[in-house]
């Protein structure tokens, strides 16, 4: 099956557009007529330019308000639409998209229709040229894509055909399997956006929300699933209209686009066997089973404040690396490696951002898998540069330049501790405060690029969406999108900050990047690993005493476990399942932080409802220059 993309998902010119489009692995692309009319060259230059791309335009679009009018509006509609041929001609294009007429003296009728398309028909096949006919959600006579259908099957024209349309499927609620019965030969064409569940007008959140398949909502796999069960062997499109992707990289959002477009395919062929689907070879999703290190790169003189830290939270130096300058801090099963290599990546990283996360490794089922369905769908392999005698770990580039390590049992890659580190414990190790695993791991992105994060972690790893929701700082909003595996082994949180006044965004303009911004640390008994922490000399971020005044009213609390939660600066959030206990550390460097807590029943969230107060707290302690007192 081929893919193309139109050309009004990206940014820049039009030959900004084709060069990242080709360079993505794209055949096609859907031309936009408004980017052709933006563009200085004739319509033969610009279809060679397309050709010398190794490309070729799948479709003209859109020709609007054609069908249905009354004389003389008819008459110059069809004349409109040679006009259209006569370019498509130079341009070497041969389908058109004829979106369903909103214009207000637009008679209704199926039979009017039919019959306009019909003999539109005969002159775009006097030329070679196939029309397809789209329902928008918004038309005025026809607006669901079962009467276009009747429409197309009452012109009964070989040059005319369907053009399907996931968002104005499924944005309208319309069963996508009503599409089954549709022979695959007679449509035209198939356009796939995902949209994410607002309540809005149809046309504003078509024009500036929809998003990548599997970035937002809609049922994409069901409505692939479907145009798949009727043999169509057409093109598959993206159309994504969505404002923060015309302010990325047009080369970030190709590249996610194809990502998109091959998870699709691959979860439709393991969901709807028997039906042939060409999809690029890769293994399934895999298992992420849980955060197996997480590496912070950093020279030797903030390793000696970092390490001060972990020590105030029971951690204990308990290995070296055999080749590297490399720390591994451990407690329960939570391991923190210490970087203070003086070149490689970890060392610029470093250089770039100051302490920062440089790499994590995550758990798997099966680690060679993981890397080779992460290759197929984009990602960048890194080849382990381990000396003889050490582990080859499959790695690839992850978060903003850092890497991403996959460690897995069933091929003996987690012996990585015994083989790859030796020995060398603390001499004044502190007792263990109870911290026993990862819970997880909050990464800091600007809004666009977190809709990249979304999918890359989707599409790799056995995981889902839970509902974004928004973190209100007293600067801005920050929205905040959870990753979770199944069992919540997993955990990653998304935050993407849109402006710089915020304690995300302050963080991310001085991490020039998305990178790690807290870690929080699971235990079973928070009151007892504070107490540890306290005996350690550890210094929670203070929280205000009015948080708990609040709070003791808002969840009828006992004034007793109040007092504790006051005493110790924790936290407390609840759900219909279970309770939520946090405590911070105070801020480091930049504004990194660890977060401990503990979850009680089957609490699924992340405490969004405190973070206000969070960073309340934060602001009183840290204000660096350019940060606004709140
Ligand atoms: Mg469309
Ligand atoms: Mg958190």
């Not at 489009?21 to 009319?37: M, Y």
């Not at 948080?547 to 504790?564: C, G, I, V």
Request: charged fraction near 25%.
């Amino acid at each position: 099956m081929k893919t193309s993309i139109a050309t009004v998902c990206l940014s820049g010119d039009l030959r900004e557009k084709l060069a990242a489009i080709a360079a993505a692995g794209f055949e096609g692309i859907e031309i936009f007529e408004n980017d052709f009319l933006a563009y200085d060259a004739p319509p033969r230059e610009v279809g060679a330019m397309v050709r010398d791309h190794g490309l070729e335009v799948s479709l003209f679009q859109p020709f609007r308000d054609f069908e249905g009018l009354p004389e003389p509006l008819r008459g110059r509609a069809f004349e409109r639409a040679r006009r259209k041929f006569d370019l498509m001609g130079e341009l070497g294009a041969d389908r058109i998209l004829i979106c369903s007429n909103t214009h207000p003296e637009s008679l209704g009728g199926i039979d009017r229709a039919a019959d306009d398309l019909r003999a539109l028909g005969d002159d775009a096949a006097a030329r070679g040229i196939t029309i397809g006919f789209e329902a928008l959600a918004w038309g005025r006579h026809i607006d669901d894509h079962r009467d276009a259908w009747e429409i197309v099957r009452r012109a009964d024209h070989a040059a005319v055909g369907l053009v399907l349309d996931s968002f104005h499927t499924l944005a309208k609620g319309i069963d996508p399997d009503s599409i089954r019965s549709i022979p695959g030969d007679r449509i035209a064409f198939v356009q796939l956006a995902d949209a994410p569940m607002i309540e809005m007008d149809l046309l504003y959140w078509s024009r500036h929300f929809r998003s990548m398949p599997g970035q937002g909502d809609l049922d994409m796999a069901g409505f692939m699933r479907a145009v798949a069960a009727t043999g169509y062997d057409g093109p598959l499109s993206l159309e994504v209209f969505n404002d923060q992707f015309r302010g990325a990289l047009p080369r970030t959002i190709a590249q996610d686009g194809q990502r998109s477009l091959r998870w699709l395919m691959d979860r439709v062929a393991r969901e709807e066997p028997g039906i042939a689907i060409p999809v690029p070879e890769m293994p399934a999703r895999t298992a992420a089973e849980g955060v197996e290190f997480i590496e912070f790169a950093t020279d030797p003189h903030e390793a000696a404040r970092l390490a001060g830290l972990l020590r105030a939270m029971g951690f204990a130096r308990v290995g070296r690396h055999v080749s590297k300058n490399v720390e591994r801090w451990a407690q329960g099963g939570i391991n923190i490696l210490i970087n203070t290599e003086d070149e490689g990546l970890a060392h610029s990283l470093y250089l770039l951002r100051g302490t920062t996360v440089a790499d994590m490794g995550l758990r798997v089922a099966d680690a060679a898998a993981t890397l080779a369905r992460a290759t197929a769908l984009g990602s960048e392999p890194v080849a382990s540069a381990a000396a003889p005698g050490e582990l080859e770990i499959p790695a690839i580039r992850g978060a903003s330049g850092g890497l991403m390590h996959f460690v897995d049992a069933a091929s003996g890659l987690d012996r990585l501790w015994e083989v790859d580190f030796r020995p060398d414990p603390d001499a004044d190790a502190p007792a263990p405060a109870g911290l026993a695993r990862i819970d997880h791991v909050a990464q800091t992105m600007s809004f666009e690029e977190m809709q990249s994060w979304v999918l890359f972690y989707i599409s790799l790893l056995e995981t889902e969406k839970a509902p974004m929701v928004d973190v209100i700082d007293p600067a801005g909003i920050v929205r905040s999108q959870a990753i979770e595996a199944p069992d919540g082994g997993f955990r990653i949180t998304l935050n993407g900050a849109e402006n710089s006044r915020t304690m995300a965004g302050h963080f991310l303009a001085e991490s020039y990047g998305s990178s790690v911004q807290h870690i929080a640390l699971a235990t079973h008994d928070i009151f007892a690993t504070a107490a540890a922490l306290a005996a350690n000399g550890f210094a929670p971020l203070a929280i205000s005493p009015n948080y708990y005044d609040d709070l003791e009213a808002r969840f009828s609390l006992d004034p007793a476990f109040t007092e504790r939660l006051r005493a110790a600066h924790i936290l407390y959030d609840r759900d219909d399942r279970g309770e939520f206990l946090q405590l911070y550390s105070q801020t480091y460097g930049e504004g990194f932080f660890f977060e401990i807590v503990e979850r009680r029943g089957g609490y699924r969230g992340y405490g969004a409802a405190n973070a206000p107060f969070r960073i309340a707290a934060q602001k009183r302690a840290f204000r660096p220059a350019g940060m606004p007192r709140q």
